[in-house]
């Protein structure tokens, strides 16, 4: 390791020394599906246990009402878990925010509920790398700081939700608030197996349209109906014309459908999109209302709109690229090369860079295919990850974030 001072070498011994692996293994034994009402309620328990080392209020926050369109067409509240935050020292000048999410993808029933060892390095199992991990990596980091006194007069937020695998529609006002004020934050979704981390995101809207038609017999008079799921299927080929560069469109399902003998009259589209840009985000929503009047008009239907941009793009500004070369700096000080790249995928570091918050949103363990049952931890990473995060908190508390009055 390059340079680093007797305090900084004692603050990584402590953070590589938190029993990280443990907590993964039992925190991923817990099935925490975004769904799972009963087992994000049993890991959010889990969380504030381990959480209340650090000092400060732990609260669990009641999530906000979200509404979803059914495969009926009718618009439901969808139940949410509730949401971790702690805040720790919140009169403090100079203040951070660190978030995370509890939930996975893998439902209650899904097959993938085991953890294993792939390997004497590796870990497999449902959540070990996105984010178990790095919950227990921001954890380590946090907890080797509050014994430095660099780090005694900053405060900080830390943010757990449970709906982050669905885009935090019921976290979202938590997160804004969260990030008000702050001088830098840090979300811990995993790094490539290499450590490379994401730069620049694009944003991404979900959208459902509800088409609605009028029913007629397929045979005796078929002129009369207006058919919903031909307006669905020519909506979804115009958003999909319409999209270029800059603007991804994923048309992914159609609800509805009648029996083979009637016209149906009720279909719902489902279709995402992925603005490189503001402007872009903005073309997009033009393209939605365009094409939806034109569609309505040509087959005669009624359409309604349901959703929109829940994650904006993310840009590498000038003050994020400071915080990213704060971090690179620190893992070369560690023996460690970090680098970032461009990536089409979204989290909540989006929502946090759009308060004016610079954000690194990928500083938990090395990994891979996640979303999968094949997901997997490095193990070595989490010492690794639990160190950077050490170190670079603690030059931020000194003062070493260029460009911004740290």
């Known amino acids: 390791m390059n340079g680093l001072s007797s305090s900084e070498q004692a603050l990584l011994e402590r953070a590589s020394a938190a029993p990280m692996l443990g907590q993964v293994q039992k925190w991923a034994a817990v099935n925490s599906g975004s769904r799972n009402l009963a087992g994000l309620a049993i890991i959010a328990d889990l969380l504030a246990g381990a959480f209340s080392v650090l000092p400060g209020e732990i609260q669990l926050i009641a999530p906000k009402d979200v509404d979803s369109v059914s495969p009926t067409g009718h618009v439901e509240l969808l139940r949410h878990g509730q949401h971790l935050l702690l805040s720790v020292r919140p009169s403090a000048g100079r203040r951070l925010l660190l978030t995370g999410h509890m939930d996975t993808v893998f439902p209650a029933d899904h097959a993938f509920q085991t953890v294993r060892w792939a390997d004497a390095e590796t870990l497999n199992g449902p959540g070990v790398a996105d984010m178990k991990g790095g919950l227990a990596v921001m954890l380590a980091a946090l907890q080797a700081l509050e014994s430095s006194a660099d780090f005694a007069d900053v405060g900080y937020d830390v943010v757990i939700n449970s709906d982050e695998e669905l885009g935090s529609l019921s976290s979202a006002g938590l997160l804004r608030n969260a990030a008000q004020g702050k001088l830098a ?222």
Request: hydrophobic fraction near 40%; aromatic fraction near 4%; glycine fraction near 12%.
């Open 185 to 406: 934050a840090f979300t811990y979704e995993p790094a490539l197996p290499d450590g490379t981390l994401a730069g620049a995101r694009a944003g991404s809207g979900n959208f459902s349209v509800i088409v609605t038609g009028r029913s007629a017999h397929a045979g005796r008079n078929p002129e009369e109906g207006r058919n919903a799921l031909l307006a669905a299927a020519d909506l979804a080929l115009r958003l999909k014309a319409g999209s270029g560069a800059g603007l991804t469109c994923n048309p992914s399902r159609i609800d509805g459908g009648a029996p083979n003998n009637v016209v149906p009259d009720k279909a719902i589209l489902r279709v995402n999109f992925r603005p490189r840009t503001a402007e872009a985000e903005q073309f997009a929503q033009q393209l939605i209302n365009r094409s939806i009047a034109d569609v309505s008009r040509d087959h005669d239907v009624t359409m309604a709109v349901h959703g929109g941009f829940g994650r904006p793009p993310k840009p590498i500004d000038d003050k994020a690229m400071n915080l990213f070369r704060l971090v690179r700096q620190c893992g070369s000080d560690l023996g460690l090369q970090i680098e970032w790249r461009d990536t089409g995928g979204v989290c909540d570091g989006n929502n946090i860079a759009a308060c004016g918050v610079p954000v690194v949103d990928t500083m938990g363990v090395r990994g891979g295919s996640i979303h999968s049952d094949g997901e997997y931890l490095i193990v070595e990473s989490l010492a690794e990850r639990a160190q950077l995060s050490a170190l670079t908190l603690l030059r931020i508390a000194q003062g070493k974030l260029q460009g911004r009055l740290a």
